[in-house]
């Protein structure tokens, strides 16, 4: 144990006192070279006055060639064995008196000391070399005539070499200091040992307390005293700081246990299907979770549904006895009276969970228990209640534990109203999906969906049935004069009317505006024209007080036809009953209708007609692009045309829907999108078009093999982006065939186009459709927006796609902007698009961008 901090110690103290041997041997090294420069030029120095000092005694009793000779050998004799090398040179003031003779080379040293008369010394590692002039005196001139005082007659140069005599020195030098190696290792050997078990002996005594550390509650055993060293101050405070750093980590750590049901409880946020359906067992298994880490008897959730009634869920760790049952039922009523908001709450009940049931909980038990709660109240939807749990209260003062008590809580609360809210708008989807959002009776998708229902049990049964057709009369002269929101209210009230006077059996729809549809299983004319009587009376006598103080009243024109009498399909059956509507307006209104074979033979001559003009405009190419625009909330701006088919006939422009019943049948239908996006495409092509285009479906043309390269035939015809082009298909028109609808969907998206699904909210397919395609558009049924200021249902529908399409990263468009008022509210609502004749009518040509 600690093996590498011992050799670390000794190593550190073997490289400083290895460190200090070197700065000492350099230091001293140095210092020497030094006194051995100094002491060299003192030598040389000392050499050249006694030169000059012999040199002039000679000079003064003056001397020939014979005695320069004899002085330069005595020179050379005297200093052979020595490092110095001697050179004297002759200035020309000599060579003119005497003559030249051979001498040295002379370098620029020299000639610089002839030149200036002033000494030269030079000192370097290797060499000294002092260069002197020698200065003419008075007692030269007698014999130098031709000089003057202080002229220079010749240099002396002396150059000693240092090499030797410093290598010498050098060796004797290494020779010491390797006596005294021996010396700074034991020394190294010593001071390591020395610090290493005192500093190990304190760094033990910790260890040995960190391994008993299993818990965040272990760091108490750490302690600054039990682990003190008596030599190293420093130990001493690494020690005291790591004890201050175990009391922080007391308060802030985490058990691996606890991390790990955090860990778990971030898994129960995600919300499935699954949970949705069972999540009450969801959290019994989190109450068993939670168990696991600190002791909890229960968990309550307290949450409302609708607007008075609240469920109470208590889920229980064990099974407990009847009087806890009792006392957790008390607790939590007066709970619910202390509570300012739920002072209102008159109805709710309790729905005991057992999560664990081989566990029991008694009374004694449950006393040592604290409660915590936590409160979530949502005002759209109108989802809120409380969260509580029951822990033993030792828990309770544990800060750590605190922190995932709140989790825990906020966890529950996140969940359970997601569920409760996710339930709500479920529920809210499936209802207005079914029914229309004025008058909650059934919508004209669902309408024709019973009336191919109710032929198939007539099938069986062996019964006819009426379908009833009602359209009010003049309606729209009490819209014009008491404005949209009244008439609204008139048709709640009408709706209520019809529903009284219908049987318990009969299948009453709001099929459009103010026309209504009744199904009459088993009923003949006389059970129709019995009950169609009785409606058309008591309509005659409901009156509704209108704004201004007096009231106003309606009558009503019906049309029935019977099942199989006039008909044999359900299409055939609404286009005879319709007939039959119209034509009691036409004969005075306030009538009831019945088919003679001559009035149906005229409705088929009618289809007839329809069907010859039709054949007419296609053959001719008078299938004519009408274009809508759609409007960005955000800029304002025109950023999208609605793809909308007219057809011409005579010169009048006749909208498409006159005509599709008959092109469906005679299948026409692709023929015609075929032909009105071609020549869309064209206009497009001609205008230089920019924006984006939305293209209506037909569930038709979607199972036609070549229709999706027809399409990229002319989008590579007129040069047109794929990118602005967008597929819509509207949830009214379902295709039966799921599979093949979401086969075309994927195939389109994969070359490049974007996809939409016009009237949201309108069929049971909504959820479907977003879950199995990859959706850009989201277009919201009109109907919702129509009266989203007058409806709260309707507003809070609305806000509830905006909220999913938002989370889905989809764009959303509002339909029927009609006024002012709805365009401002869509507007604040964030939705992205608005489209509505407030906006734009249909028109043959492109809005600017």
Not at 486 to 497: A, R
Request: glycine share 4%; hydrophobic share 40%; charged share 25%.
């Amino acid at each position: 144990m600690f093996k590498s901090l011992k050799n670390f110690i000794f190593t550190t103290n073997a490289l400083l006192i290895t460190t200090l041997f070197i700065v000492v041997f350099i230091f001293t090294t140095y210092l020497h070279t030094t006194l051995v420069q100094k002491e060299a030029i003192k030598h040389a120095e000392i050499v050249s006055n006694q030169i000059f000092s012999s040199m002039y005694q000679v000079m003064k009793k003056g001397w020939g060639k014979k005695d320069v000779d004899d002085f330069i050998n005595s020179l050379d004799n005297n200093y052979k064995n020595s490092n110095l090398d001697i050179t004297i040179h002759r200035s020309y003031l000599v060579d003119e008196l005497f003559g030249k003779t051979y001498q040295n080379r002379i370098d620029n040293r020299v000639r610089s000391v002839f030149k200036t008369g002033e000494k030269y010394t030079f000192a370097s590692f290797k060499q000294i070399r002092n260069t002197m002039p020698l200065l003419a005196k008075e007692a030269c001139l007698k014999c130098h005539t031709n000089a003057k005082s202080n002229d220079v007659l010749g240099v002396i140069d002396i150059e000693q070499n240092l090499i030797n005599i410093i290598n010498d020195t050098f060796l004797e030098y290494i020779f010491f200091l390797i006596t005294i190696i021996p010396i700074f290792i034991f020394m190294a050997y010593i001071t390591s040992r020395y610090s290493s078990n005192k500093i190990l002996f304190s760094l033990e005594k910790f260890r040995k307390k960190v391994e008993k550390i299993n818990r965040v509650e272990d760091l108490s055993l750490i302690g600054e005293k039990q682990c003190n060293s008596k030599s190293f101050r420093e130990i001493n405070y690494i020690i005291k700081e790591v004890n201050n750093l175990s009391e922080k980590l007391r308060n802030i750590a985490v058990d691996k246990e606890l991390l790990e049901f955090e860990v778990k409880l971030l898994d129960k946020l995600i919300i499935t299907s699954d949970m949705i359906k069972d999540w009450r067992v969801y959290i019994s298994d989190l109450l068993i979770d939670i168990n696991m880490v600190m002791e909890t008897t229960s968990l309550i959730t307290i949450f409302r549904v609708g607007d008075e009634h609240y469920e109470i869920d208590i889920f229980w760790y064990g099974i407990p006895n009847e009087k806890i049952k009792k006392n957790i039922e008390t607790y939590i009523g007066h709970a619910i009276k202390e509570d300012e908001y739920f002072d209102v709450i008159s109805d709710y009940e309790f729905k005991h969970n057992i999560a664990y049931r081989a566990h029991g909980i008694n009374s004694f038990d449950y006393k040592a228990f604290e409660h915590r709660t936590k409160t979530l109240f949502l005002e759209s939807p109108k989802i809120g209640g409380i969260v509580g749990i029951s822990v033993n209260s030792v828990e309770v003062y544990n800060s750590v534990k605190n922190i995932v008590l709140d989790s825990i809580l906020t966890t529950m609360a996140n969940l359970v109203g997601s569920i409760k809210a996710i339930d709500k708008y479920t529920n809210d989807l499936e209802y207005y999906a079914a029914h229309d959002p004025l008058t909650g009776l059934f919508n004209q998708r669902i309408f024709m969906d019973m009336m191919d229902n109710e032929i198939h049990r007539a099938n069986r049964n062996d019964y006819p049935f009426a379908l009833m057709v009602i359209d009010c009369d003049n309606f729209k002269l009490i819209n014009d004069r008491y404005g949209h929101a009244f008439g609204d209210k008139f048709l709640q009230e009408f709706s209520k009317i019809l529903s009284q006077m219908k049987r318990a059996e009969d299948l009453l729809s709001r099929y459009g505006g103010d026309e209504f549809t009744i199904i009459l299983p088993d009923c003949d004319v006389a059970g129709a024209k019995n009950i169609g009587d009785k409606i058309i009376k008591k309509v005659e006598e409901f009156r509704f007080e209108t704004p201004e103080g007096d009231f106003t009243s309606v009558t009503v024109s019906l049309g029935v036809s019977i099942y199989p009498h006039h008909a044999l399909t359900s299409k055939e059956l609404f286009l005879i009953a319709d007939g039959m509507m119209y034509k009691g307006k036409e004969n005075g209104k306030n009538c009831l209708e019945l088919p003679t074979q001559n009035d149906i033979s005229n409705i088929i001559k009618e289809k007839n007609e329809k069907t010859t003009l039709l054949l007419k405009a296609i053959s001719n190419n008078k299938i004519v692009p009408y274009f809508q625009p759609i409007q960005s909330s955000k800029t304002g701006k025109i950023e999208i045309s609605e793809l909308l088919m007219r057809i011409e006939i005579d010169g009048k422009i006749i909208s498409a829907k006159e005509f599709i019943e008959v092109a469906e049948n005679m299948s026409l239908i692709n023929r015609m999108d075929i032909m009105v996006i071609e020549n869309a495409f064209k206009k497009m092509q001609e205008e230089q078009y920019e924006g984006v285009l939305f293209i209506n479906l037909s569930p038709k043309s979607i199972i036609v093999g070549d229709y999706m390269r027809n399409i990229i035939d002319l989008i590579l015809k007129y040069n047109i982006s794929k990118d602005k082009i967008v597929f819509e298909i509207t949830e009214r028109e379902t295709v039966k065939n799921f599979t093949i609808l979401e086969k075309f969907v994927l195939n389109l998206k994969a070359e490049g186009f974007k996809f939409a699904i016009d009237d949201f909210g309108s069929g049971f397919s909504s959820f479907h459709y977003i879950k199995k395609f990859p959706i850009d558009y989201l277009k919201i049924d009109g109907e919702f927006l129509l009266n989203i200021n007058k409806d709260v249902k309707d507003k809070a529908f609305v806000h509830s796609i905006i909220t999913l399409a938002k989370d889905l990263g989809v764009k959303t468009v509002a339909e029927y902007i009609e006024d002012e008022d709805i365009k401002n509210t869509a507007t604040e609502m964030g939705i992205d698009y608005l489209q509505g004749f407030h906006i734009g009518r249909p028109r043959r040509d492109f809005q600017n961008i």
